[in-house]
Nanobody, 124 residues
Framework: QVQLVESGGGLVQAGGSLRLFCAAS????????LAWFRQAPGKEREFVAG????????PYAVSVKGRFTISRDNAKNMVYLQMNSLKPEDTAVYYC?????????????????WGQGTQVTVSS
């Protein structure tokens, strides 16, 4: 049984930082590309950042590039999202997702497994 469990969300002031964690189990972790998506109230879920099998490819959404950093630890079956210089518009539920592809894509239909999400709220 595959599980992706996110943690690390919370309430932070604008300009602050948060680090999100995603713990994976039940899959060949190093054979999956991973990604973070987010969904704000009243909006569609959108791609935030992705990372390839070995971490060599890391695409980002334009809105977060330069502020967010995705990383992974294949020995620990973990993927991380370091979020700096947070803005109120970053407020959303953040989801971790895994795709059985070498490189991550922004197409949600390519992702086989999803976590339950973690809430990030940025106050102004």
């Amino acid at each position: 049984q595959v599980q992706l469990v996110e943690s690390g969300g919370g309430l932070v002031q604008a300009g602050g930082s948060l680090r999100l964690f995603c713990a994976a189990s039940g899959l060949m972790f190093s054979s999956y590309s991973l990604a973070w998506f987010r969904q704000a109230p009243g909006k569609e879920r959108e791609f935030v950042a992705g990372i390839s099998w070995m971490g060599g490819t890391t695409p980002y959404a334009v809105s977060v590039k330069g502020r967010f950093t995705i990383s992974r630890d294949n020995a620990k079956n973990m993927v991380y999202l370091q979020m700096n210089s947070l803005k109120p518009e970053d407020t959303a539920v953040y989801y971790c997702a895994a795709a059985s592809t070498a490189s991550p894509t922004q197409d949600q239909s390519n992702y086989n497994y999803w976590g339950q999400g973690t809430q990030v709220t940025v106050s102004s």
